[in-house]
């Protein structure tokens, strides 16, 4: 059974940093694609960063670049996202996603074929 489990979200301050982590079971996710994604309250769950199978290509949204820094350990089959310089308008639900094949970098959340449930991460101003 096929598991992604993500934690570290919790209230913060603005200004302030963070690092959520995603933790995979059931299945080895190093050939797979791995990314994050949030959700606010009222709104569409929106495209946050990806990263390859090996980390050699990652993506990231406008909002976020030059704050947020994806990784992964495929050892651990785990993914991290290092949140820095936190504002409130990315407070929200984080989730992880990961997808086949892992060479490709999709900000669409369609196409990613596992989800974790998500983790609440809430930015005061």
């Known amino acids: 059974q096929v598991q992604l489990a993500e934690s570290g979200g919790r209230l913060v301050q603005a200004g302030d940093s963070l690092r959520l982590s995603c933790a995979a079971s059931?299945?080895?996710?190093?050939?797979?694609?791995m990314g994050w994604f949030r959700q606010a309250p009222g709104k569409e769950r929106e495209f946050v960063a990806a990263?390859?199978?090996?980390?050699?290509?990652?993506l990231y949204a406008d909002s976020v670049k030059g704050r947020f820094t994806i990784s992964r350990d495929n050892a651990e089959n785990a993914q991290y996202l290092q949140m820095n310089s936190l504002k409130p308008e990315d407070t929200g639900v984080y989730y992880c996603?990961?997808?086949?094949?892992?060479?490709?970098?999709?900000?669409?959340?369609?196409?990613?074929?596992?989800w974790g449930q998500g983790t609440q991460v809430t930015v005061s101003s």
């Open positions: 990263i390859s199978w090996n980390g050699g290509k990652t």
């Open positions: 059931g299945r080895t996710f190093s050939a797979y694609t």
């Open positions: 996603a990961v997808r086949f094949p892992g060479h490709e970098l999709p900000s669409t959340p369609d196409v990613y074929h596992y």
